[in-house]
């Protein structure tokens, strides 16, 4: 596929070729593999087509501008894959825009995931700018972008946006030039927030789309992808399925969780709201073993909530195979490991992880809040359960149970340790273990843990 301008009649259209892979024009495409554009009876006399992009449905996007009555225009035409306009985009196929009464040149198109247009251009006044604009998919101008869909940026001299990216987590890259203090031009280059709008991202381990979040056929196969790709405000579904911080061997990768976006699992795939979801029959796991077999090589720490705040969430998950024996800090919390993090935790299962410290959970100088978290069969030599430094997270509605302690072990669900002030609401501890002391939870170094409902049953230790 090819754009550009053609010569009717002494003025320029939009032109644009399809070929079959010998080289030879597809017929099926046009007239005998071509299609032409007027756009005079909207404003213009000329029209320059110079960049085209291809949606992931086929449909094809062709930017450029239109220069008329002494203005030129951002212009954009969409076509069907058989080269016919679209009417579903402005009607006609076809958009002209005025960008506040100034000359718009160049016009080069980008696809956002979620399927909206971007054109960039420069805009000219008294200086050039760089100049770009927003279009939903029907072809309105996005009043969300901007000013009414609309963005200029001036460098200060005579500014040319020539190039534009788009970014895995939506930002937008436009380059091109700037007039030099000394003479001749500088390189120049901006970059813009994709809006305040949020965004959900769909993972699934087996999607079969283009794999760029936008749904659930068209979903991630992999949770990272999704966390490069998710900026504030975003929300990230993740249907049933285990899910691994790494395809390689690297054990020091693991998810780690950002500030203001909620990653959800237990979704099976089709749902349309969160609430649809069901985390208990749709069980998603977020597993460490990369490695060949047994615990030994597995990832050091599946999860990590370092330098959030409360406004980084994760619910619906089991959090297992986790392995923390390495030096500090890859020594606790094989499941999640938290160092100045105030995480929110809620739906979850840590089950089967192992560390020197915190076999489940460790937290160092970190206020995490969990809801509804159950700790099960994880194992350790300080804390099996969950291990506090330095930290004093918030527990309602946790169950520990069956965790166990490696030789020299002490805290059979939980230790709190060096001022560690942890607040525990409706908490269970049954069937725990440590070969040293305290078989439901040690406390140590002026560390003074505040109980409400609290139950310790059958817990054991050898001291």
Do not use: C
């Amino acid at each position: 596929m090819t754009g550009a301008k053609t010569s009717n009649n002494g003025l320029n259209d939009f032109a644009l070729a399809r070929y079959n892979n010998d080289g030879s024009l597809d017929t099926t495409f046009g007239t005998d593999g071509k299609v032409t554009t007027d756009f005079d009876s909207i404003y213009s006399n000329d029209d320059y087509g110079n960049s085209i992009a291809i949606q992931p449905n086929g449909k094809i996007v062709v930017g450029g501008y239109s220069n008329g009555s002494g203005t030129s225009y951002f212009a954009l035409a969409r076509y069907n894959t058989n080269g016919s306009l679209d009417t579903t985009f402005n009607a006609d196929g076809k958009e002209i825009t005025n960008f506040n009464g100034n000359n718009a040149y160049k016009g080069v198109v980008a696809l956002q995931s979620d399927g909206k247009i971007i054109i960039a251009v420069h805009s000219f006044d008294m200086n050039d700018d760089f100049a770009l604009a927003r279009y939903t998919s029907n072809g309105s101008l996005d009043s969300t972008f901007g000013t009414d869909g609309k963005v200029t940026t001036d460098f200060g001299g005579a500014d040319k946006g020539n190039a534009i990216a788009i970014q895995s987590d939506g930002k937008i890259l436009i380059a091109g030039s700037t007039d030099s203090v000394g003479g001749g031009y500088d390189f120049a280059l901006a970059r813009y927030l994709r809006d305040a709008t949020p965004r959900i991202h769909y993972v699934k381990w087996n999607a079969s789309g283009v794999n760029n979040g936008a749904s659930w056929t068209n979903a991630y196969t992999d949770l990272q992808s999704a966390l490069s790709a998710a900026s504030s405000g975003d929300e990230i579904w993740v249907a049933a399925g285990t899910y691994k911080p790494t395809s390689g061997t690297d054990r020091a990768i693991s998810f780690a969780l950002k500030n203001a976006v909620a990653i959800y699992g237990g979704f099976d795939g089709t749902e349309t709201l969160r609430t649809q979801r069901n985390h208990t029959t749709n069980v998603t796991v977020l597993s460490g073993e990369i490695g060949v077999g047994g615990i030994e090589d597995n990832s050091g720490h599946v999860v990590t909530g370092g330098g959030t705040n409360n406004t980084a969430l994760l619910d619906g998950f089991t959090i297992t195979e986790g392995n923390a024996n390495g030096p500090f800090p890859h020594d606790g919390g094989g499941g999640m490991y938290n160092d100045n993090g105030s995480p929110t935790l809620t739906n979850l299962i840590f089950s089967n992880n192992s560390a020197t410290y915190g076999g489940g959970v460790y937290n160092r100088y970190s206020e995490p809040s969990l809801t509804n978290i159950t700790f099960n069969d994880n194992s350790g030599g300080i804390g099996t359960g969950m291990h506090n430094y330095n930290s004093s997270p918030n527990l309602l509605n946790v169950t520990f149970s069956n965790n166990w302690g490696t030789p020299g072990s002490r805290g059979g669900a939980m230790v709190n340790d060096l001022n560690s002030s942890p607040n525990l609401t409706n908490v269970t501890f049954i069937n725990n273990s440590v070969v040293y002391i305290g078989g439901g939870m040690s406390n140590s170094y002026d560390s003074n843990p505040n109980l409400v409902n609290v139950t310790f049953i059958g817990n054991s230790a050898g001291v």
